[in-house]
């Protein structure tokens, strides 16, 4: 599969929608007149023949690039009317280019027909159900009804678009030794203040990278967690060994800076970086079991129930909106299951 994709928008621009990697992104960055669009989470150049001369002799075989004068995909003025609902409802911009990725497959899969059938949607999702992870079905899924619903106002056919059962899978945890040799094996103080940030607040990848200085109250030993999942805020814990590690990097920091700079002062570091970080950090410490930022976040909510911490209380520092969603981490905690022993161990 092509590295870069590039496909004819309106205005005589091609949208470029990049696999990243730094190579690709640092190649782009060379073309005149481009412009990383926020809405589409892709580049837009001119569409012109210098820029594609240019763009053949950087990519090689790894462009797809449409014939010059090719149109416009001719479903762009479904895929801008849900677009412009998305942002109307506020979807956030991952939202955004998820949904309008599946909608355009839909509509590729059925010729751009606006008189969808039963028989072609559920001949669409079946192909889709057997390619990829049961999230992305699911997101499909999600993608496709708010399409049928709210843009070919076609509610009726939603129950020809079921979401699949639920897995119950149990989340990966690690242990209270596997969490300090983790610790030890990360070397840069910024690196490690920041995997420690993640276990003893349970933070989300994507909060820890936006945390600004400000976001940090020692005082009150607090964290500000702004515009989490559903565009929530909320407070969660700030270890007083995190609070430690931190201070070098707060005592000349402006309140409005990033918590966390990525190599561009003006940005944060990118969601990435941090399972880079993480995931190194494991191999260095020898840790076997599926690692990632969020297995801290699970790890953190696993200890705290088995220090007696109530599940209420675990679900206002999570943010999330239900105890069910918390009462996954009744079913890994060690607190009870220590008390039984093995029949092996009694012969």
Same mark, same amino acid.
């Given at each position: 599969?092509?590295?870069?994709?590039?496909?004819?928008?309106?205005?005589?621009?091609?949208?470029?929608e990049?696999?990243?990697?730094?190579?690709?992104?640092?190649?782009?960055?060379?073309?005149? /007149?481009?412009?990383?669009?926020?809405?589409? $989470?892709?580049?837009?150049?001119?569409?012109?023949?210098?820029?594609?001369?240019?763009?053949?002799?950087?990519?090689?075989? /790894?462009?797809?690039?449409?014939?010059?004068?090719?149109?416009?995909?001719?479903?762009?003025?479904?895929?801008?009317?849900?677009?412009?609902?998305?942002?109307?409802?506020?979807?956030?911009?991952?939202?955004?280019?998820s949904?309008?990725?599946h909608?355009?497959?839909l509509?590729?899969?059925? %010729?751009?027909?606006?008189?969808?059938?039963?028989? !072609?949607?559920?001949?669409?999702? !079946?192909?889709?159900?057997g390619?990829?992870?049961r999230?992305r079905?699911?997101?499909?899924?999600?993608?496709?009804?708010?399409?049928?619903?709210?843009?070919?106002?076609?509610?009726?056919?939603?129950?020809? *678009?079921?979401?699949? &059962? =639920?897995?119950?899978?149990?989340?990966?945890? #690690?242990?209270?030794?596997?969490?300090?040799?983790?610790l030890?094996?990360? %070397?840069?103080?910024?690196?490690?203040? #920041?995997?420690?940030?993640?276990?003893?607040?349970?933070?989300?990848? +994507?909060?820890?990278?936006?945390?600004?200085?400000?976001?940090?109250?020692?005082?009150?030993?607090?964290?500000? *967690?702004?515009?989490?999942?559903?565009? =929530? /805020?909320?407070?969660? #814990?700030?270890? /007083?060994v !995190?609070?430690? %590690?931190?201070?070098?990097?707060?005592?000349?920091?402006?309140a409005?800076?990033?918590?966390?700079?990525?190599?561009?002062?003006?940005?944060?570091?990118?969601?990435?970086?941090?399972? =880079?970080?993480?995931? &190194? !950090?494991?191999? @260095?410490? +020898? @840790?076997?079991?599926?690692?990632?930022?969020?297995?801290?976040?699970?790890?953190?909510?696993?200890?705290?129930?088995?220090? +007696?911490?109530?599940?209420?209380? @675990?679900?206002?520092? #999570?943010?999330?909106?239900?105890?069910?969603?918390?009462?996954?981490?009744?079913?890994?905690?060690r $607190?009870?299951?220590?008390?039984?022993?093995?029949?092996?161990?009694?012969?």
């Amino acid at each position: 599969m092509p590295s870069v994709i590039a496909r004819p928008v309106a205005g005589h621009r091609l949208l470029l929608e990049v696999h990243y990697d730094p190579v690709s992104v640092a190649r782009i960055r060379t073309l005149p /007149d481009r412009h990383w669009s926020p809405t589409d $989470r892709a580049w837009l150049v001119p569409d012109d023949a210098p820029t594609r001369d240019r763009l053949r002799a950087l990519f090689g075989d /790894d462009l797809f690039l449409p014939p010059e004068n090719a149109r416009p995909e001719p479903t762009a003025p479904l895929l801008a009317q849900l677009e412009q609902e998305l942002l109307l409802r506020g979807y956030s911009p991952r939202t955004r280019k998820s949904y309008l990725q599946h909608v355009r497959r839909l509509l590729a899969a059925t %010729s751009g027909d606006q008189d969808l059938t039963e028989t !072609a949607l559920r001949r669409f999702m !079946a192909a889709e159900a057997g390619h990829g992870s049961r999230a992305r079905h699911s997101q499909t899924v999600s993608a496709v009804r708010f399409f049928l619903r709210h843009i070919l106002h076609r509610p009726d056919l939603a129950g020809a *678009v079921p979401y699949p &059962r =639920k897995e119950r899978t149990l989340p990966s945890v #690690l242990s209270v030794e596997e969490v300090r040799r983790l610790l030890q094996a990360v %070397s840069n103080p910024t690196h490690r203040a #920041l995997v420690m940030l993640l276990y003893s607040a349970g933070l989300r990848v +994507g909060e820890v990278t936006r945390l600004r200085v400000a976001d940090v109250d020692p005082e009150r030993h607090l964290l500000h *967690v702004r515009r989490g999942k559903g565009r =929530k /805020d909320r407070y969660t #814990l700030l270890s /007083d060994v !995190a609070w430690e %590690s931190l201070q070098r990097r707060l005592a000349f920091a402006a309140a409005d800076e990033w918590l966390f700079p990525g190599q561009r002062p003006d940005r944060h570091l990118t969601i990435r970086s941090v399972q =880079k970080i993480v995931t &190194r !950090a494991g191999g @260095i410490a +020898g @840790i076997r079991k599926r690692l990632t930022p969020h297995t801290l976040r699970h790890t953190f909510a696993t200890h705290l129930l088995e220090s +007696g911490t109530d599940l209420r209380y @675990i679900q206002e520092l #999570l943010g999330h909106a239900s105890t069910r969603t918390t009462e996954i981490y009744t079913h890994v905690t060690r $607190r009870d299951l220590a008390r039984i022993r093995s029949p092996l161990d009694a012969l």
